[in-house]
């Protein structure tokens, strides 16, 4: 693609940055059929093809966002489903990251869209603060039907459907400290405890722990961990987001300075995407460019740092039929496909994927607050297909895609890490069926 940016304009890196990832697109469009706004809504604007016009004509033309751009970017889930097919290598994650920072600095939003998106921001990164809403979200659940009546309302409502009925208690394990391995010394790492997920469900992280624990690998939770940053950069907020991933980067330098580290284990594949990006992020830091790079190379999804581990066989074959749902951040953002479904099968599960399992569940961070009514779409067209498999339980590795298919799913949605403990001599996650015992019985 042509492009004609003034070179006063390419002095800006960002503009840069852009202006090299928009002349890599054709605009063959073979994007907008793997799109799942596309594929819902039928319409070349909220295509990635479309997208990348707009953000084009916005950023070559120096114009602050309008309303028709807003409308376009914000319906994106930046599920990366684009990034997958593009032949072409668009970074299209790049581009639509500093649409949004542009739109964040030059637009400004209906007060009740800028109140939404503050309280967000100033919560869900936060446990506590999260575990204090989820609790008070409790008291305004009666008044859903009443908010989903009123347009602007709609995020509040699709906040309190997906409050859980009851939070877990805080996990000892997610405290700062270091789990010694179980026997010889197999390896050493850091696991990110994150922020929605330790408050969601606290026992993703410590099934993992005791996993790796007892596979013989020393687990660190290294003081001064906190969100990755993802979902405040999904917003635009940058300055939020590379608050995070210094913060970040500075805890695992200290834990990789005091004893080494092997990977940085991330057990939900959101966060991961974007801490194997924070050497992009933070590449014009010169205090932070290397030690970030060093930090995204070593960060691993926990079933990418299994696949390459000699796992011992598992305890028990539990015969379990499993739907995997690939999230869009594990398949798209980090392209980790195969090993999650070979852990499984090899820990003795039948694995069946899903039809159209390109497509997003429609979670993407806040998308299913902010964006509720298209989410709900692709959440029902992702349940029917998982449902169709004839599975009993669903697993996956993003604790948003297992909140969203849990709101509508008949059967479970867990972690993969739960199965792959259970099959491993840990404990039968709730609600799954073991179909060994049930054969023999
Ligand atoms: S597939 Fe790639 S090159 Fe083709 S229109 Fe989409 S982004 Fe551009
Ligand atoms: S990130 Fe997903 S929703 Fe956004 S343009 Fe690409 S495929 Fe479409």
Redesign the pocket.
Known sequence: MQTSFTPAQLADPHVAESEKILR????????TATCPTYVTLGNELDS??GR?YLIKDMLENGRPADKEIVTHIDRCLSCLA?MT????G?N?MHLVDHARAHIQETYERPMLDRLTRAMLAFVLPYPTRFRAALKLAKLGKPFIGLFEKLPALKPLAAMLKLAPASIPAASPMAAPGVHAGQGAKKGRVAILTGCAQSVLDPAINDTTISLLTRLGVEVVVPPGEGCCGALVHHMGREEAALASARQNVDAWMRAIDQGGLDAIIITASGCGTTIKDYGFMLRLDPAYADKAARVSALAKDITEYLAAFDMPEPVRKPGTVVAYHSACSMQHGQKITRQPKELLAKAGFIVREPREGHLCCGSAGTYNILQSEISAKLRDRKVKNIEATGASIVATGNIGCITQIASAASMPVVHTIKLLDWAYGGPKPDGVRDESLIAAE
């Open positions: 890599k697109c054709v605009h063959c469009g073979f994007c990635p093809r990348i684009c097919t593009c032949p072409s668009v299209y």
